[in-house]
């Protein structure tokens, strides 16, 4: 069982990491005499401005040292809670004779005000905590300092989330410190049952990885198998959670993403409830979800919190849209190319008139279509805020309007387009729509070679290779196949709250219950018309 609470993990024993000098040194503990302390530290952190090395007197007797890079810790927090009651004896113990071999006891349990204060004797341990933005407390004669919690880092203030807009629900969106992002997931998920552990990835950026779960929810398998593929990370720096999620899918080489990221706290406790694993990584705001599956990607938070009949509609029309951005082009080009019969006559005609001049085959004008839209889209991400705005509208209405003029290319072709476009800004998740942006290439060239039975083998195939994608061993097209009817209420459409009374059995929760069975129908027997106007006393009084 695991343990209550926050709990460390242990990863993978590095063998050959980078940093030799701390491989040489490991294990290895501090002397009594201070000055060898200082020396070895000087030696391994080397000249660096912001380390600030301060002597003082403990008690006004005992040489001692601070230790700590001055951009990284609270500089209040260091002057009254460590220095000024270190350098002052307590007033209860004023003419008391203090030793030497009582001292540390009394430095832990009557003078040091920081609650997030241990002793440490592991040199390597001190050098690494001081580089974290802890301060290192040493005394000549002790054989062990202490490690004082004051990291404090400039961080921005929790603002709405910039890739997930939301228009009913939380604004609240995680920011890069891991500390407030799981107290985010903390005020939303009260539960004692909420579990945090924690672990170490990278051999240079030693960076903080939470594994977040439900206990009695999360199945124990999956747990362990999340802590397994983590644990067997060795690499450099990890910088941010997208470094994990490449390791840690199943299939590198797919373009379909089988890890989710979100930057809502809402969100990740709504998987969390449902049996999921949240990973989150010190530095990024972006936290992990795993397993996933395809119809996460286009549900949305409002899918949730506005009613069933509304949002169902909405979901039905983010699926035509999905669609819209993977086949619309290449339908346009094998008809176009090899089935014109297939188009009415009177839009045959307008279509063969408004390609009169145009040089290039269908499948050819797409294509280069397709490519600039791409490339404009590109530039309008990397472009700064101010610019980017007038280059989409620049590149969309002039330049579209300049090829047909020119004979580059067909009205109807930048219609197409457009519509694709914007089928690919419905679906709510980048990663996704990316996914479906690079297999309309290939459709397109399928369609152009082979007409529509080129479409029908290329769907095939993606159709066949979703089929075969898994996520941490969850069919990626669950609860569609295998079939679930249970997830089926919210497959396609979003059924009411109190139909889904069940945790997706994919998910093999421990606890598949959510929702008491019999909650709407007691609200319904439960419910009066208290201010019915054939109720009003007083009316039927006057």
């Known amino acids: 069982m695991p343990i209550r609470g926050i709990k460390k993990l242990q990863a993978k024993p590095i063998t050959t990491g980078p940093s030799k000098t701390l491989d040489k040194h490991k294990?290895?503990?501090?002397?009594?005499?201070?000055?060898?302390?200082?020396?070895?530290?000087k030696g391994l952190l080397g000249t660096n401005e912001d380390l600030t090395i301060r002597h003082f007197h403990v008690f006004g007797q005992f040489p001692a040292v601070i230790i700590y890079f001055s951009n990284m810790i609270n500089q209040n927090t260091v002057n009254s809670d460590i220095v000024k009651p270190l350098m002052y004896t307590?007033?209860?113990?004023?003419?008391?004779?203090?030793?030497?071999?009582a001292l540390k006891?009394?430095?832990?349990?009557?003078?040091?005000?920081?609650?997030?204060?241990k002793p440490e004797g592991v040199l390597t341990v001190l050098v690494e905590s001081i580089l974290k933005g802890e301060t290192v407390v040493a005394v000549d004669g002790l054989e062990e300092a202490f490690l004082i919690g004051t990291r404090n880092i400039d961080k921005r203030a929790i603002d709405q989330p910039a890739t997930e807009q939301v228009i009913r629900g939380p604004r609240e969106g995680f920011i890069?410190?891991?500390?407030?992002?799981?107290?985010?997931?903390?005020?939303?998920?009260?539960?004692?049952?909420?579990?945090?552990?924690?672990?170490?990835?990278?051999?240079?950026?030693?960076?903080?990885?939470?594994?977040?779960?439900?206990?009695?929810?999360?199945?124990?398998?999956?747990?362990?198998?999340?802590?397994?593929?983590?644990?067997?990370?060795?690499?450099?720096?990890?910088?941010?959670?997208?470094?994990?999620e490449q390791?840690?899918?199943?299939?590198?080489?797919?373009?379909?993403?089988?890890?989710?990221?979100?930057?809502?706290?809402?969100?990740?406790?709504?998987?969390?409830?449902?049996?999921?694993?949240?990973?989150?990584?010190?530095?990024?705001?972006?936290?992990?979800?795993?397993?996933?599956?395809?119809?996460?990607?286009?549900?949305?938070?409002?899918?949730?919190?506005?009613?069933?009949?509304?949002?169902?509609?909405?979901?039905?029309?983010?699926?035509?849209?999905?669609?819209?951005?993977?086949?619309?082009?290449?339908?346009?080009?094998?008809?176009?190319?090899?089935?014109?019969?297939?188009?009415?006559?009177?839009?045959?005609?307008?279509?063969?008139?408004?390609?009169?001049?145009?040089?290039f085959p269908a499948v050819i004008e797409v294509l280069i279509i397709e490519i600039s839209m791409e490339i404009l889209r590109e530039a309008t991400i990397r472009l700064p805020q101010q610019v980017g705005g007038a280059l989409s509208i620049v590149g969309v209405l002039v330049i579209g309007q300049a090829a047909v003029a020119a004979?580059?290319?067909?009205?109807?072709?930048?219609?197409?387009?457009?519509?694709?476009?914007?089928?690919?800004?419905?679906?709510?998740?980048?990663?996704?729509?990316?996914?479906?942006?690079?297999?309309?290439?290939?459709?397109?060239?399928?369609?152009?070679?082979?007409g529509l039975y080129g479409v029908m083998i290329g769907l095939i195939l993606i159709?066949?290779?979703?089929?075969?994608?898994?996520?941490?061993?969850?069919?990626?097209?669950?609860?569609l196949i295998p079939g679930d009817f249970q997830g089926m209420k919210d497959l396609l459409i979003r059924g009411p709250l109190w139909w889904m009374?069940?945790?997706?059995?994919?998910?093999?929760?421990?606890?598949?219950?959510?929702?008491?069975?019999?909650?709407?129908d007691e609200m319904k027997k439960t419910k009066q018309n208290v201010l019915d106007p054939k109720n009003d006393k007083n009316q039927q009084e006057g």
């Open 90 to 101: 307590p007033p209860h113990l004023l003419g008391r004779t203090i030793e030497l071999p």
């Open 27 to 41: 294990g290895e503990r501090i002397s009594v005499h201070l000055e060898d302390t200082i020396t070895f530290i």
């Open 247 to 359: 390791f840690i899918e199943d299939n590198q080489y797919s373009p379909f993403p089988q890890v989710q990221y979100t930057e809502r706290p809402d969100k990740v406790v709504a998987n969390l409830l449902e049996g999921r694993v949240s990973i989150l990584v010190d530095g990024s705001p972006l936290a992990l979800v795993v397993p996933t599956v395809f119809s996460q990607f286009y549900q949305t938070v409002e899918d949730y919190t506005e009613r069933f009949v509304l949002m169902s509609s909405i979901r039905m029309a983010r699926l035509i849209a999905l669609m819209f951005s993977l086949i619309f082009p290449s339908i346009y080009v094998s008809i176009i190319s090899f089935n014109p019969e297939l188009i009415p006559t009177e839009f045959a005609v307008a279509v063969a008139g408004g390609r009169a001049g145009v040089p």
């Open 176 to 244: 890069e410190p891991l500390g407030t992002n799981i107290s985010l997931i903390r005020y939303r998920l009260q539960s004692p049952d909420l579990r945090v552990q924690t672990m170490e990835i990278g051999r240079r950026t030693k960076s903080k990885v939470a594994i977040c779960y439900m206990d009695g929810i999360t199945s124990p398998e999956l747990l362990k198998e999340v802590n397994n593929r983590l644990s067997k990370i060795d690499i450099d720096g990890v910088i941010d959670s997208g470094y994990l």
């Open 105 to 117: 006891d009394v430095l832990m349990n009557d003078a040091l005000y920081h609650s997030e204060s």
């Open 463 to 479: 159709a066949n290779h979703l089929l075969s994608l898994k996520s941490f061993g969850v069919p990626y097209l669950s609860p």
């Open 407 to 450: 004979g580059f290319a067909s009205p109807i072709t930048i219609v197409i387009i457009a519509l694709t476009t914007i089928g690919s800004f419905a679906t709510p998740a980048y990663n996704a729509a990316l996914a479906l942006r690079l297999l309309r290439f290939p459709l397109i060239i399928m369609a152009g070679t082979f």
């Open 501 to 520: 009374n069940k945790r997706p059995s994919f998910l093999q929760p421990e606890d598949s219950t959510k929702l008491a069975k019999y909650t709407h």
